[in-house]
């Protein structure tokens, strides 16, 4: 935090520190005012208070929630005083590697980006118990990954008035309609353009700050201790202030398909004719040795 403070000119201005000549807080200070807030439990007022901010500000009103999770590494040694791993962190399979650690499950703003809830789990929790505990009371609109896919969250979802948005997900092979029909695989690449936003909170976590792995033992320590993602400040003043407006983004699809072929085309090379290239190279080489020889007096 304090190195962040030195580096970041967002965070300082988050924080209240006009600039990096103030007296910023040194580490000891500010492990005093983690333990301060653990002893009070005061980390979730805290984001509460960030979000009643922004929300005043208009930077939380889509009414549309982004969700996802991603793994924080825990030490699987035993190589300490008790001869033991962290009882509360578990392992989990993600495609063919194995993990050992615990979850950030967060719920953004589809139309800022702004963090709105954060909860911390074992990393064996699968994402969709985590659901209820990311969604506002008046969101209308859920974003989420494969992960998400619930035909039971999707059916109460549809009876509480909300669009569901979550990733379709290929059922167990030699299932009936195991592959995606064509209309799904458009969906959720319409979809995904907009829930690949959640992704750049945990660059922010991961790469900015540093946090891939744990600093404490216990949930309950990693909950409050005010770091990762239970730091507000550092994922509200670094979200990325994205989106016109959610219901506009839904309204266009075929838009928004032509825009990203447009994108992708854009970025894809052009096809090199042999013929053309070598002619050119013969070239260059032809107008280097003029150049030399009459650089020669």
């Not at 403070?5 to 200070?29: C, H, K, M, Q, W």
């Not at 219901?247 to 838009?255: E, L, S, V």
């Not at 970025?267 to 004719?273: C, G």
């Not at 042999?274 to 107008?287: D, E, F, H, V």
């Amino acid at each position: 935090m304090e190195d962040a403070l030195y580096d970041i000119e967002s965070l300082r201005r988050f924080a209240g520190f006009s600039n990096v000549t103030a007296a910023l807080p040194d580490e000891t200070t500010i492990l005093n005012f983690r333990h301060l807030l653990e002893q009070h439990d005061l980390t979730a007022r805290l984001l509460e208070a960030v979000n009643g901010l922004l929300k005043a500000k208009g930077l939380l009103v889509s009414q549309g929630t982004m969700v996802d999770a991603t793994i924080i590494h825990a030490p699987s040694s035993t190589k300490n005083a008790k001869g033991e791993r962290d009882p509360e962190m578990h392992q989990t399979k993600k495609g063919n590697q194995w993990y050992f650690g615990m979850k950030i499950h967060i719920g953004a703003d589809v139309d800022s980006g702004a963090v709105h809830s954060v909860s911390v789990t074992a990393a064996n929790r699968a994402d969709i118990s985590e659901l209820p505990n990311l969604l506002r009371e008046n969101d209308q609109v859920v974003f989420g990954d494969a992960g998400y896919a619930s035909d039971e969250y999707k059916r109460g979802a549809r009876a509480l008035g909300m669009v569901w948005r979550v990733q379709d997900k290929a059922k167990p092979k030699g299932s009936l309609g195991a592959a995606l029909s064509g209309s799904q695989k458009k969906r959720n690449r319409r979809n995904s353009g907009i829930r690949a936003r959640v992704e750049h909170l945990f660059r922010i976590v991961k790469r900015q700050f540093g946090y891939t792995k744990v600093r404490y033992r216990g949930l309950a320590k990693k909950r409050r201790s005010g770091d990762g993602a239970d730091r507000p400040g550092e994922l509200v003043c670094s979200a990325p202030q994205v989106g016109d407006g959610i219901d506009n983004r839904i309204a266009r699809p075929t838009q928004m398909a032509q825009s990203h072929r447009r994108r992708r085309s854009n970025r894809l090379p052009k096809p090199v004719n042999l013929a053309t290239a070598q002619k050119n190279c013969y070239s260059a080489i032809r107008n280097r040795r003029n150049a030399d020889k009459s650089a020669v007096p």
